[in-house]
């Protein structure tokens, strides 16, 4: 499926991301992009041109807003709890979606260009959302640290 984000906050327009099958039941963005064209099509005076981020509510075709994305996410992360997240739901916004998608496909060592392209970032700034405390992080480095017996420093040469 290719979506193209007609504008975006650094001012590009028109740029495609194409993502392909998952083969995940619930996880695949080709079946979830086909579920949301399909109800969408299905809404009484809609077409090809009807915006994606829109839904039926009391027989009134309504555009879902960027705060109505972050009050759910926020009561969402409420009803789970502080205390099982290890943070506030206020911490949370519609760039958590961005930033939680960038830590994923970083957890599963995508080169960060690709996480750049795919997150339509224009310089590695996603790095600031790469959770450091996250305990993935860390697994095999210690194996890793020990992987080469034998290496050299080499100081800086003094230039005369």
């Known amino acids: 499926v290719s979506i193209t984000f007609e504008f975006q906050k ?5 740029v495609t991301i194409t993502h392909h099958c998952s083969n995940d039941i619930t996880l695949c963005p ?3 992009w086909a579920a949301i064209v ?5 809404y009484p005076g809609t077409n090809a ?8 509510i009391n027989g009134q075709l309504k555009c879902i807003t960027g705060s109505r994305i972050k009050t759910k996410i926020r009561s969402t992360a409420a009803s789970i709890g502080e205390d099982v997240l290890g943070f506030k739901p206020s911490e949370l916004g519609t760039h958590s979606i961005r930033s939680g998608a960038a830590m994923a496909m970083y957890l599963d060592n995508v080169p960060t260009y690709v996480i ?6 224009s310089s590695d700034a996603f790095l600031r ?11 095999g480095i210690s194996r890793r640290m020990i992987k080469h017996t034998s290496f050299f420093h080499v100081p800086h040469a003094t230039s005369h």
């Open 10 to 14: 650094n001012d590009e327009r028109d």
């Open 30 to 32: 080709v079946r979830s």
């Open 38 to 42: 399909k109800r969408i099509l299905n």
């Open 49 to 56: 041109d009807t915006p994606v981020n829109t839904v039926l």
């Open 116 to 121: 750049m392209l795919i997150g339509r970032w």
């Open 129 to 139: 959302y790469i959770r450091r405390q996250v305990q993935e992080f860390t697994s």
